[in-house]
């Protein structure tokens, strides 16, 4: 049995806010702290509240749910987002993805897959990815969107990319370790599991980002900002830039004799 899960709901439909309060009222470790009919109401409400998931409707009046879940990663960049709509389709899903959503689902969503969602996402896991990335389309496109951000290619001003990772929270663990010259053994030492899972944390790692080795899912990571720059790779960087400055300095010292 998991913590209790603590979850506002903002939805601007007061039916629909009862019906997924009717459902969720029989898992004892799911409770709804609180209910808001708008974006507005809802941030007052985490503030007060400080729940663990955000339930939201991608369509509130004035801020809508997308601008919302971008307010929530920057403020509360703990809580987990998770976004219902009427609409089921490629291009909402990668909008709210874009936005910092954990999740995406229609509201047809039955009552134990959502229970099953908040929980994840109260985790810290992004469901999203085991939705779109089931579509080899969706998650080309996924990746092919973010990496162009990176370059520019695409650039949009109200996206902040770093707000998203496709990573589970230990594969970015994973990802620290490796940033910082473990191997597998050491990693499954320093997290307590075996190597083998070290290695499909790996595979896992590789394969949502598409890349070939743990090298380029480092550097990956260490652009997006979803890992930080190990010591011992500062260190690295310190020692490069003074035996640079020492080299630059004696060909000075060389050109004036």
């Given at each position: 049995?998991?913590?209790?899960?603590?979850?506002?709901?903002?939805?601007?439909?007061?039916?629909?806010?009862?019906?997924?309060?009717?459902?969720?009222?029989?898992?004892?470790?799911?409770k709804i702290i609180g209910e808001g009919s708008s974006a507005e109401e809802g941030l007052v409400l985490i503030s007060?509240?400080?729940?663990?998931?955000?339930?939201?409707?991608?369509?509130?009046?004035?801020?809508?749910?997308?601008?919302?879940?971008?307010?929530?990663?920057?403020?509360?960049?703990?809580?987990?987002?998770?976004?219902?709509?009427?609409?089921?389709?490629?291009?909402?899903?990668?909008?709210?993805?874009?936005?910092?959503?954990?999740?995406?689902?229609?509201?047809?969503?039955?009552?134990?897959?959502?229970?099953?969602?908040?929980?994840?996402?109260?985790?810290?896991?992004?469901?999203?990815?085991?939705?779109?990335?089931?579509?080899?389309?969706?998650?080309?496109?996924?990746?092919?969107?973010?990496?162009?951000?990176?370059?520019?290619?695409?650039?949009?001003?109200?996206?902040?990319?770093?707000?998203?990772?496709?990573?589970?929270?230990?594969?970015?663990?994973?990802?620290?370790?490796?940033?910082?010259?473990?191997?597998?053994?050491?990693i499954a030492d320093a997290l307590k599991i075996s190597t083998q899972t070290v290695k499909n944390h790996i595979s896992s790692i590789l394969r949502k980002l598409s890349l070939n080795d743990?090298?380029?899912?480092?550097?990956?990571?260490?652009?997006?900002?979803?890992?930080?720059?190990?010591?011992?790779?500062?260190?690295?960087?310190?020692?490069?830039?003074?035996?640079?400055?020492?080299?630059?300095?004696?060909?000075?010292?060389?050109?004036?004799?």
């Amino acid at each position: 049995m998991y913590a209790t899960v603590k979850v506002l709901m903002v939805d601007d439909h007061p039916l629909f806010r009862q019906g997924v309060r009717w459902a969720l009222s029989s898992e004892r470790d799911i409770k709804i702290i609180g209910e808001g009919s708008s974006a507005e109401e809802g941030l007052v409400l985490i503030s007060e509240h400080e729940p663990d998931v955000v339930l939201t409707d991608l369509n509130l009046p004035n801020m809508d749910g997308l601008e919302f879940t971008r307010t929530i990663r920057r403020q509360y960049p703990n809580i987990g987002v998770v976004m219902l709509s009427v609409y089921e389709s490629d291009e909402h899903a990668f909008n709210a993805l874009r936005a910092g959503a954990a999740a995406y689902y229609s509201k047809e969503i039955s009552p134990k897959t959502l229970a099953t969602v908040l929980r994840r996402v109260a985790r810290g896991e992004y469901v999203i990815n085991d939705v779109m990335f089931e579509d080899p389309r969706v998650a080309d496109r996924i990746l092919t969107q973010f990496r162009g951000l990176q370059t520019g290619i695409v650039a949009e001003p109200d996206l902040d990319i770093s707000l998203f990772s496709p990573l589970s929270d230990r594969e970015i663990e994973v990802l620290e370790h490796i940033a910082s010259g473990a191997t597998n053994k050491d990693i499954a030492d320093a997290l307590k599991i075996s190597t083998q899972t070290v290695k499909n944390h790996i595979s896992s790692i590789l394969r949502k980002l598409s890349l070939n080795d743990r090298t380029q899912a480092v550097l990956y990571a260490l652009r997006r900002g979803w890992i930080e720059t190990p010591a011992t790779l500062l260190e690295s960087i310190e020692r490069r830039g003074a035996q640079a400055a020492l080299n630059f300095n004696n060909d000075d010292d060389n050109d004036n004799e």
